[in-house]
């Protein structure tokens, strides 16, 4: 049995929000990094008028909250597998005052649309029961990754934003713990120019096949991207920022 609390926390330029975490579980530090923290610099990617912030791979919300109270002109959309966390992302969302601005796709972000992915929860080593929640799409990511997994639908940015109508996308964040490469695969011209940053972290899925995860992940979008990441590519997990070419 897991115990649900709701802690405060201060943001950037004076925001703050109340969220229900797990208490043992990875969420209070990810609340800490990504909110308090400001860990992808949301205060650096102000949109303009019209221009959306797609989050992928939202966990309990902590980024999509963030984001909708820096810039309430913008609407967010934010992705998220995990049954457990689209519960705790719809009660952050609403204790926030943000039912309005941030709409939830309860769906895998992938290379397909209605199909079925299985996102793997961690096992019950220490380091597992801590990140439990932080599916992933590869067993072969870190040891952690344990046998139980959901089987959930997937979705195409193509989709999203043609369903919604988007015109623009001023960041697309990005964590989706190795399913990052199938989200970005073989996304049509037109989508990619629509967007402007993309932000987030890389993950690499299998480390004794692949040796360079972020050029791996870079070479799907550089014809229309420019690699800005500053802090050097290593082999298991790190940042990334592509920037859209003018």
Request: a neutral charge.
């Amino acid at each position: 049995m897991i115990n649900l609390k709701s802690l405060g926390f201060n943001g950037p330029k004076g925001v703050t929000a109340n969220f229900i975490i797990r208490d043992g579980t990875a969420d209070e530090c990810t609340c800490q990094a990504t909110y308090r923290s400001d860990e992808y610099g949301f205060v650096r990617y102000q949109p303009g008028p019209g221009e959306w912030m797609i989050d992928a791979g939202g966990y309990i919300g902590t980024t999509a909250v963030l984001y909708a109270q820096l810039y309430p002109q913008t609407k967010v959309i934010v992705i998220e597998p995990l049954p457990e966390n689209c519960e705790l992302i719809k009660k952050n969302i609403e204790n926030n005052g943000l039912k309005d601005r941030i709409i939830l796709i309860e769906k895998a972000l992938f290379n397909t649309t209605g199909e079925k992915v299985d996102i793997h929860y961690r096992d019950d080593s220490p380091v597992g029961i801590a990140h439990k929640f932080v599916g992933s799409q590869s067993v072969k990511y870190t040891e952690s990754v344990g046998c139980k997994f959901y089987g959930a639908e997937t979705i195409t940015l193509e989709k999203i934003i043609n369903d919604f109508k988007i015109e623009a996308v001023r960041l697309l964040k990005m964590d989706l713990e190795c399913s990052e490469y199938k989200a970005l695969e073989n996304q049509p011209e037109y989508i990619l120019k629509k967007i402007q940053t993309i932000k987030g972290e890389y993950h690499n899925p299998d480390k004794s096949l692949i040796k360079n995860p972020r050029t791996r992940l870079y070479k799907l979008v550089e014809k229309y991207f420019i690699d800005k990441s500053n802090e050097p590519e290593t082999q298991f997990i790190g940042s990334f920022l592509f920037e859209r070419r003018s």
